[in-house]
C-alpha cells in the first residue's frame, strides 16, 4: 500500500491514496478538515464499522442503521499520542438480537479490524454497543 501528502498552505495537506482518492488534513487551531489524529481515530470507527455491518448482514440481522461513537484519551504532552479510546455501536432495527451485535462487535474487537488491532498495542481500546428499536 502506497500514499502520498502533499503540503498546500498553513496547516493544511492533502493526502493521495495509491487508488486515487484524496483527502483533506489540517492540523491547526482553526481547521477546515480533520487533524491527522482525528482521522486515526475515525478510521478505527470505520474499519470497525465494516465489520459489523458485513456480520450482521450475514446473521440476517433486520437492522436499519448501525453508528459507532467514538470516544478517545491523549497523552498530556508530546507526543500527544492516544491512551485510551472506546468504540460504541449503536444499532438500530427490528427485532436486532443482543447476542448477533455482541458477537460482532467482538469479532471485529478480536479478529478483523486491522486498524483497531494494531493501535490496540499501545492504547487501551474498548468497545461496548446498545441495540435500539426503530
Not at 487508488?19 to 486515526?40: I, L, R, T, W, Y
Not at 488491532?117 to 474498548?126: A, E, F, P, S
Request: hydrophobic content about 40%.
Amino acid at each position: 500500500m502506497q500514499a502520498n501528502v502533499k503540503w498546500v498552505e498553513g496547516d493544511t495537506f492533502i493526502g493521495r491514496s495509491a487508488s486515487g482518492h484524496n483527502v483533506v488534513f489540517d492540523a491547526g487551531h482553526d481547521s477546515a478538515a480533520p487533524s491527522p489524529m482525528e482521522m486515526v481515530l475515525m478510521s478505527a470507527g470505520c474499519c470497525s464499522s465494516v465489520d459489523v455491518v458485513s456480520i450482521l448482514q450475514k446473521s440476517k440481522q433486520n437492522f436499519t442503521n448501525v453508528e459507532v461513537q467514538l470516544t478517545s484519551e491523549r497523552a498530556e504532552s508530546a507526543p500527544r499520542v492516544f491512551t485510551k479510546m472506546n468504540l460504541h455501536f449503536v444499532v438500530t432495527g427490528y427485532g436486532v438480537s443482543e447476542k448477533h451485535v455482541a458477537r460482532a462487535v467482538e469479532l471485529s474487537a478480536e479478529k478483523y479490524c486491522s486498524v483497531a488491532l494494531m493501535l490496540d498495542k499501545t492504547v487501551d481500546v474498548t468497545h461496548s454497543f446498545e441495540v435500539l428499536e426503530a
